[in-house]
């Protein structure tokens, strides 16, 4: 099955400085990549996602990047702000009808003020 | 307002009771989920339900029952063979399954087993 890493566990910024997040997988067939974006206490929100017929994605301050080759794809926050502090999860998913989310065991991004 | 309720939000119970989760959705979504989430973590799948009285496994169900007798209503059973059941619970819809569809979450339920 498929396996979505994602490294580090942690991430610290200065406000107003860029993030990135970066997750790897497993299955070339996966063609479906999620961000998740979780507040303390809260469920899990979708912030982007991008398929695998694109390489690139942006709204807004946030983008996301797809290297198929590599297999790994990463999340850019531009000009972080303290409310983007929160975990930060990726996904993966194969197509068709009945397949499934896996996820990356996330990321706890922290902006300093 | 239309969106995913699961209640309670805090949940206690001793070692050998089963327990009752319970998610509701008014987004007129087919599908639904349930995951659970560890510390350090990432999310990972319980059961699902494409459509009313039809539910599949998922990567750990071992220990938990679900039933699906309405669109709106996707209740979690943790049993008492479920050998590890303190975690974070959260309820998910969408309005089919594959990756065409966007996963709503709830905002979870966090049940303590003592």
């Known amino acids: 099955g498929e396996n979505v890493e994602q490294h580090p566990s942690t991430l610290s910024v200065q406000e107003g400085d860029s993030a990135v997040i970066k997750c790897t997988y497993s299955?070339?067939?996966?063609?479906?990549f999620p961000w998740y974006k979780q507040e303390l206490g809260k469920g899990p929100q979708l912030i982007i996602d991008?398929?695998?017929?694109?390489g690139e994605k942006k709204d807004q301050r946030i983008a996301v990047t797809l290297n198929k080759t590599a297999k790994h794809f990463s999340l850019h926050i531009t000009e972080t702000q303290p409310e983007d502090s929160a975990v930060y999860f990726c996904?993966?998913?194969?197509?068709?009808?009945?397949?499934?989310?896996?996820f990356g065991k996330g990321i706890t991004l922290s902006v300093r003020p | 307002d239309g969106g995913i309720t699961q209640s309670p939000k805090y949940l206690f119970r001793k070692e050998g009771q089963n327990v009752t989760l319970s998610c509701e959705q008014n987004?007129?979504?087919?599908?639904m989920y349930w995951y659970r989430q560890d510390p350090g973590q990432g999310l990972r799948l319980i059961y699902y339900?494409?459509?009313?009285?039809?539910?599949q496994k998922g990567d750990i169900a071992e220990g938990y029952s679900v039933s699906r007798e309405k669109k709106e209503s996707f209740p979690l059973t943790v049993t008492s063979a479920q050998k590890n059941p303190t975690a974070f619970y959260l309820c998910?819809?969408?309005f089919g399954t594959g990756p065409t569809y966007e996963q709503y979450f709830g905002p979870g339920t966090r049940l303590t087993v003592t």
């Open positions: 998910a819809s969408s």
């Open positions: 299955d070339s067939a996966s063609n479906y």
């Open positions: 991008i398929r695998s017929n694109v």
């Open positions: 996904a993966a998913s194969m197509p068709g009808a009945n397949s499934k989310l896996t």
């Open positions: 987004l007129n979504h087919d599908a």
């Open positions: 339900s494409q459509i009313v009285n039809d539910f």
